[in-house]
């Protein structure tokens, strides 16, 4: 099972909404559900993750275009990866930068047409949350 915030969903959603016809591809991070509010009962393992946030692809750009190398997501802070098909089917394709899991939308972005894959394409049940993710500092 793969669970996701609502919130997050809806936010990739818009992302991908707004980058039509081109595709939109953002790394995902997560959160263990056991660092939810108290007052939020996910009903989930604390040690279960629940992805709740992107590393924009835009961060860090100049220095990427210099290095040729992507500094603006810490390693190993992406356990998925978001991905739009504006022209396509809903499904991992080829051409997708591939992580061990998947997030992929298609038109016309609503929660009917995004769903979860494993790098190897298989579909794995997707859970949006109603919850809220903790507030991080900086």
């Given at each position: 099972m793969v669970y996701i915030t609502r919130g997050l969903a809806t936010a990739l959603l818009e992302f991908a909404e707004e980058a039509?016809?081109?595709r939109f591809s953002v790394g995902l991070g997560t959160t263990p559900a056991g660092e939810f509010?108290?007052?939020e009962e996910l009903g989930l393992p604390?040690?279960?993750p629940v992805f709740t946030h992107f590393y924009h692809p835009d961060a860090g750009r100049s220095v990427n275009a210099v290095f040729g190398m992507d500094f603006s997501t810490p390693?190993?802070?992406t356990q998925g990866r978001f991905v739009s098909h504006p022209q396509g089917k809903l499904?991992?394709?080829l051409t997708d930068?591939?992580?061990a899991t998947m997030l992929v939308a298609v038109p016309p972005w609503e929660p009917e047409g995004f769903a979860a894959f494993d790098r190897?394409?298989?579909r794995q049940?997707?859970?949006l949350l109603a919850a809220e993710p903790p507030t991080e500092s900086l």
């Open positions: 039509e016809p081109e509010d108290d007052d604390a040690e279960t390693a190993g802070r499904t991992v394709e930068d591939l992580h190897r394409g298989d049940p997707l859970e």
